[in-house]
């Protein structure tokens, strides 16, 4: 058997009193020939290895450079040096895998998010990457815990769907036509799908809302986890073209307990991180801190990344309406002084996300859920709401907006009554027919039931305060560039 190591991690919490202990990992720097710091990824903190002078070939020590890889056996002892509590004395060093200094092409430095961006397939050795990556495995493990715990069925929608009704965004096409020859066209010029692989138009999917929304009205509770593709041209550092998505669906509830759902949801897996990951956070906080420093001051944030987060956790979520939130956005001084780039012309208005970042960076300065929104600018199986003023219908909708992202969930109640999701469907020309499934629901035992969407990379920059969206995932996906 080979794999008889310690992870380092583990090793670290051990009393060192002269205990065998195995390695492995990749090199980080070699010191006076003599001092390596090895790292396993388990955690950023690196093991000491100590290579007595004399004690190993020279043939061997010219082969320890940067990421080059060690089997380390040894025994543990307190460390005499500073900066580490101890340190493992090598009885035998083992070369897995050597790493030529001329060629690894990230030294032992610090590099710009840019730089390692290019060299992702190796950015995940970088102290940065190795802290936000084990944070999004915590965070993707707390969300599975937490619905888990509440009885909910994890439900695997499909990644291909036939239905592009959902409008959420562009999508991209699946097809196995070919571009290059001859594509079957119908009589009037346009491509004849039937002859295409399922026989229909498909694409990747946007949401696996409308598939949830079956698994609910049978189930009670379901949560989807899978990725979304969205062919939007949008070059932000809050959207990708392949994201991962947690939308649970939940029938007998209503908007507010929807909205309800969503701040335990959010507080509970920033708590499990924070209790599970504290070292890395505390990595990322002082990065961010180190990062900020170069900023001006009225650019820089007023909390640490660990002070906003325990804010966050300490703090009920500020719930105001979209004609509220209006009234805000109006008597503002932003909107007096003509800050925004997008003028508040009233009610009925979609909101940017600049008016989104002042209602929460500016005036409350915490994270907000906006609710009731005008129908007109949401989508068909949103809820309708009751008794609105005339000219201002408005729909069951919740977005939650939080600080430095924007937009983090978007949810509603769903439109259980068959008349009134028929009739708007009308109005928005979704197409009926091909929805038939959608509205069996409808037909066969409806009842009030909601539901909403957590970008799980948003949330991911939110608990890791990385500013680019392109640095929480481990290989983006963003327009002009698939690399890896
Ligand atoms: P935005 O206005 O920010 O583009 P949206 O209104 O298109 O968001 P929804 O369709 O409601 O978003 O999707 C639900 C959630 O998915 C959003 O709240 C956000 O967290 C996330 N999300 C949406 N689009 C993207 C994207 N392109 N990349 C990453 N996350 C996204
Ligand atoms: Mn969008």
């Known amino acids: 058997m080979f794999n008889k190591r310690i992870k380092i991690k583990e090793l670290l919490a051990q009393e060192p009193k002269g205990q065998e202990a195995t390695v492995m990992g990749w090199v980080k720097t070699f010191r006076n020939n003599q001092f390596i710091a090895l790292n396993d990824g388990s955690t950023n903190n690196n093991i000491q290895v100590v290579a007595a002078l004399g004690k190993f070939d020279d043939e061997l020590l010219k082969r320890i450079t940067t990421s080059a890889s060690l089997k380390v056996t040894g025994t543990v002892v307190p460390s005499l040096g500073k900066g580490q509590t101890m340190d493992l004395n090598a009885e035998t060093i083992e070369i897995l895998g050597d790493s030529d200094p001329e060629q690894y092409p990230l030294q032992p430095k610090k590099h710009s998010l840019e730089f390692l961006r290019e060299k992702a397939h190796l950015r995940f050795r970088t102290n940065t990457f190795g802290a936000v990556f084990r944070v999004r495995h915590a965070l993707a493990f707390a969300v599975h815990k937490f619905f888990n715990e509440k009885g909910f069925v994890y439900m695997h929608t499909p990644i291909i769907t036939a239905s592009d009704a959902e409008g959420a965004g562009e999508m991209f096409k699946v097809t196995t036509l070919p571009l290059e020859g001859n594509i079957p066209k119908n009589e009037d010029g346009t491509v004849n799908y039937e002859e295409d692989f399922f026989g229909k138009a498909t694409n990747l999917t946007v949401s696996g809302q409308l598939e949830g929304e079956l698994g609910a009205t049978a189930f009670g509770d379901i949560y989807t986890f899978g990725p979304t593709f969205r062919a939007e041209n949008s070059n932000t550092t809050r959207h990708l073209a392949e994201f991962w998505m947690i939308e649970p669906e939940m029938a007998f509830y209503d ?214 969206i392109r640095d929480v995932i481990a290989f983006p996906r963003t327009p002009g560039s698939a690399e890896f």
């Not at 956790?313 to 956005?329: G, H, K, Q």
């Not at 500016?362 to 907000?368: A, D, E, I, L």
């Not at 989508?379 to 069951?396: H, I, K, L, S």
């Open 255 to 468: 908007l507010e307990d929807n909205m309800n759902l969503a701040e335990e949801f959010i507080k509970y897996i920033i708590r499990y991180a924070i209790a599970n990951n504290k070292e890395d956070l505390e990595f990322l906080a002082q990065r961010l801190a180190d990062e900020e420093k170069q900023l001006p001051q009225d650019k820089r944030s007023e909390m640490g990344l660990m002070e906003k987060l325990d804010f966050v956790l300490n703090n009920e979520f500020e719930r105001l309406t979209y004609t509220d939130a209006i009234d805000v956005l109006k008597n503002s001084n932003y909107s007096k002084k003509k800050k925004f780039q997008y003028e508040i012309t009233g009610w009925g208005m979609d909101l940017q996300s600049e008016h989104e970042r002042y209602l929460v960076e500016k005036h409350f300065k915490k994270p907000v859920i906006l609710y009731n929104y005008p129908a007109a600018i949401k989508a068909f199986y949103m809820r309708q709401n009751d008794n609105c003023e005339p000219g201002q219908q408005t729909v069951a909708a919740m977005d939650i907006l939080a600080p430095g992202i924007g937009e983090i969930v978007g949810g509603s109640q769903r439109e259980e009554r068959l008349d009134k999701l028929q009739s708007r469907m009308k109005d928005m020309e979704v197409p009926a027919e091909e929805l038939w499934w959608y509205l069996d629901t409808r037909r066969f035992g409806t009842v009030p039931h909601s539901g909403f969407g957590l970008g799980f990379e948003r949330m991911v920059q939110f608990v890791t305060g990385m500013t680019n």
